[in-house]
C-alpha cells in the first residue's frame, strides 16, 4: 500500500511502525511543543503532496491534530481508536503500538475535513440516537467513532466531526442502527 500524501505522526517510533505497513514518507512533530519549523516542514509537504495527520487517540496526539489543523486547514485526518493503538500489559497508548492490518485500515479510511456552516446532522439527532445526554451516551460515542473511523469525541465534538467530515444523515441512521442492535444483543 503506496500512500501519496505524507503523514504527520509523533515520533521516530510511530515512523517505523507506519513504514512496516505501508510506503510512506512521515514528518514527526516530535510531541505538542510543535517549532515553526516543523510547521513549514508541513506546509510545504501539503502543498506539494497532502497531509494525513495519524497521532495517538490521546489528549496529546488530539492537542496536535488541532494544532496542526490551525496552521495546515486542509490536511486529511486518520484515526486509530485506543483499544487498537494500546500496547500490550496497558503499558501506553500509541500509533506504534498498533497492528500493522489495524494502520492499514486507518490510512484506507482517512477524511477531509470540510469548513462548512451548517452540517446535515442537527444535535437532536445526537439527543434522538442516545448519542449525547443519555446513559449510554459515551459508550455509544466512543462505538460510533470506531465504526466511522472520526476518533473518540465528547458530546460537541461529535457534532461538529459528523459534520466537518461530511457524514450523511443516512450514514450515521446506517451505524446507530447497527450499534442499537449490537447493545440489545449484549
Excluded: W
Excluded at 19 to 29: G, L, N, R
Excluded at 99 to 124: F, P
Excluded at 138 to 164: A, F
Amino acid at each position: 500500500m503506496k500512500i501519496k500524501e505524507v503523514i504527520v505522526v509523533e515520533g521516530k517510533d510511530d515512523t517505523a511502525r507506519i513504514k512496516s505497513a505501508v510506503d510512506a514518507d512521515t514528518i514527526e512533530t516530535n510531541g505538542s511543543a510543535i517549532d515553526e519549523a516543523v510547521i513549514e516542514q508541513i506546509k510545504h509537504a501539503q502543498n506539494k503532496r497532502g497531509v494525513i495527520i495519524f497521532t495517538d487517540p490521546d489528549y496529546p496526539g488530539e492537542r496536535i491534530r488541532h494544532i496542526v489543523t490551525q496552521h495546515v486547514p486542509d490536511c486529511k485526518h486518520a484515526f486509530l481508536p485506543k483499544e487498537k493503538a494500546r500496547a500490550k500489559h496497558d503499558k501506553g497508548i500509541g500509533i506504534e503500538h498498533a497492528s500493522i492490518s489495524d494502520i492499514q485500515e486507518a490510512l484506507s479510511a482517512i477524511y477531509e475535513l470540510v469548513d462548512i456552516h451548517e452540517g446535515e446532522i442537527t444535535k437532536q439527532d445526537l439527543i434522538d440516537y442516545g448519542l449525547i445526554g443519555g446513559s449510554q451516551s459515551s459508550k455509544r460515542r466512543e462505538r460510533l467513532g470506531v465504526v466511522l473511523n472520526i476518533g473518540k469525541t465528547n458530546g460537541k465534538q461529535l457534532l461538529k466531526r459528523l459534520n466537518m467530515f461530511h457524514i450523511t444523515s443516512k450514514q450515521l441512521d446506517r451505524v446507530m442502527n447497527q450499534i442499537i442492535q449490537e447493545e440489545r444483543n449484549e
